[in-house]
T-cell receptor, first 117, second 115 residues
Framework: GAGVSQSPSNKVTEKGKDVELRCDPISGHTALYWYRQSLGQGLEFLIYFQGNSAPDKSGLPSDRFSAERTGGSVSTLTIQRTQQEDSAVYLCASSFPPQRSSTDTQYFGPGTRLTVL | AQTVTQSQPEMSVQEAETVTLSCTYDTSESNYYLFWYKQPPSRQMILVIRQEAYKQQNATENRFSVNFQKAAKSFSLKISDSQLGDTAMYFC????????????FGKGTSLLVTP
């Protein structure tokens, strides 16, 4: 079946502009995750959705970052007033819901490379 | 907080040979999960292998196997009969079973398989 898809593949923006990144998870996966991959910080967890709720937003680096998920499917990650340090690859993953006593594999999308000039 | 350390930024191996990638982690938890992900130039992270901490038996997936040493907090990946398509970044990752969702990644090892 179809994997996790993300759009756009690449995004170049100017400092101070807002950007929206989109993630379309695997059908049937109720859990969705956003990660950021940058040269300086490596791979960082940003936020986790179970359905449309985000129980853990602790990884969001600042209040310029927000994310939502609608219909238990597509998620958008919004970065307002972008800064050069926001330049990174933003990865989305999805899975079946994690349980306290077990966990399911997270399947990743190809990512969006964001460049802030 | 858990930390994951991959001490080999780059490695090289000849085709058909065997290579081992190192990973150590630090945690006070007794129940957790460990993963190796592969990221080729296409950027897509692909799960290679996973290990549940409560399982003593080392996980194996075809040419890929792990050496899980819980007491030493070590989780190395062995790739046998290396193939050119194995060229990629390899990330070791830790997940706390209490949360069950956030992967904590190491910095990665860049593996080059040469003909």
């Amino acid at each position: 079946g179809a994997g996790v898809s993300q759009s756009p593949s690449n995004k170049v923006t100017e400092k101070g502009k807002d950007v929206e990144l989109r993630c379309d998870p695997i059908s049937g996966h109720t859990a969705l995750y956003w990660y950021r991959q940058s040269l300086g910080q490596g791979l960082e967890f940003l936020i986790y959705f179970q359905g449309n709720s985000a129980p853990d937003k602790s990884g969001l680096p600042s209040d310029r970052f927000s994310a939502e998920r609608t219909g238990g499917s597509v998620s958008t990650l919004t970065i307002q007033r972008t800064q050069q340090e926001d330049s990174a690859v933003y990865l989305c993953a999805s899975s079946f819901p994690p349980q306290r006593s077990s966990t399911d594999t997270q399947y990743f999308g190809p990512g969006t490379r964001l460049t802030v000039l | 907080a858990q930390t994951v350390t991959q001490s080999q930024p780059e490695m090289s191996v000849q085709e058909a040979e065997t290579v081992t990638l190192s990973c150590t982690y630090d945690t006070s938890e007794s129940n957790y999960y460990l993963f190796w992900y592969k990221q080729p130039p296409s950027r897509q992270m692909i799960l290679v292998i996973r290990q549940e901490a409560y399982k003593q038996q080392n996980a194996t997936e075809n040419r890929f196997s792990v050496n899980f040493q819980k007491a030493a907090k070590s989780f190395s990946l062995k790739i046998s009969d290396s193939q050119l398509g194995d060229t990629a970044m390899y990330f070791c990752a830790f997940m706390n079973s209490n949360s069950g969702y956030a992967l904590n990644f190491g910095k990665g090892t860049s593996l080059l398989v040469t003909p």
